[in-house]
């Protein structure tokens, strides 16, 4: 994940894999999948209401210490190599809601 903070007239990159050190510091996140961006928004909004299956899996890989699940979401599978990246979604092979046109065309990412 990468992160941008903004400084005034300006912003701060950084990247990172603790979702915790993010969520503190930054105003924006995009999770990256394969070296593609899944999802890009406001902290808040990926964190608490991702709409990409990655990110989805991601949040749900992370234990809470007041919830009553038992396991936590594993994403099956393994990431692909970076000289064979599927066709359409990167991520459609690990997929539990691919379908179709997730297989052919690579997705847009949506204004947040």
């Known amino acids: 994940m990468f992160f941008v903070r903004s400084l005034g007239c300006g912003c701060f990159t950084a990247y990172a ?8 510091t930054a105003d ?8 593609r961006v899944a999802e890009i928004g406001p902290v808040a909004d990926v964190i608490h209401k991702p709409q990409h299956p990655y990110t989805v899996g991601l949040m749900g890989s992370i234990p809470e210490f007041d919830s009553d ?3 936590l979401i594993q994403i099956d599978g393994a990431m692909p190599r970076l000289d064979a990246i599927p ?3 990167a991520f ?3 997929c539990t ?5 997730c297989k052919t065309t690579r997705p ?3 204004p947040a």
């Open 69 to 71: 699940r038992d396991r």
């Open 92 to 94: 459609n092979p690990r």
């Open 97 to 101: 809601k691919v379908f179709d046109k």
């Open 87 to 89: 066709t359409g979604c």
């Open 28 to 35: 924006r996140v995009a999770v990256m999948y394969a070296g």
């Open 17 to 24: 894999h603790g979702l915790g050190v993010i969520a503190e």
């Open 108 to 110: 847009d990412l949506m």
